[in-house]
């Protein structure tokens, strides 16, 4: 098995509480205005911990707009 292909288990409280920390990193760096590269990297690592959190696997057009669309923040209650 590749390590693209690779799965593991987290616990579902794991992963709110990694998208709790990168909603505060987000929100210490301003990072929702993407102006760095570590600000699209972490708004995008934020969304996709969100999408494992909701079982949801985001359209390419999502996943571009997670690492460029300025403004965007993820909700983890929709």
């Given at each position: 098995?590749?390590?693209?292909?690779?799965?593991?288990?987290?616990?579902?409280?794991?992963?709110?509480?990694?998208?709790?920390?990168?909603?505060?990193?987000?929100?210490?760096?301003?990072?929702?205005k993407r102006e760095?590269?570590?600000?699209?990297?972490?708004?995008?690592?934020?969304?996709?911990?969100?999408?494992?959190?909701?079982?949801?696997?985001?359209?390419?057009?999502?996943?571009?707009?997670?690492?460029?669309?300025?403004?965007?923040?993820?909700?983890?209650?929709?």
């Open positions: 098995m590749s390590e693209l292909t690779k799965m593991i288990k987290v616990p579902l409280w794991e992963l709110k509480e990694i998208a709790d920390t990168l909603r505060m990193v987000a929100n210490a760096l301003d990072s929702p760095s590269c570590l600000d699209r990297n972490v708004m995008r690592s934020w969304n996709h911990v969100v999408d494992m959190i909701k079982g949801k696997i985001p359209s390419a057009p999502e996943s571009i707009d997670y690492y460029m669309k300025v403004g965007q923040v993820p909700n983890i209650n929709e």
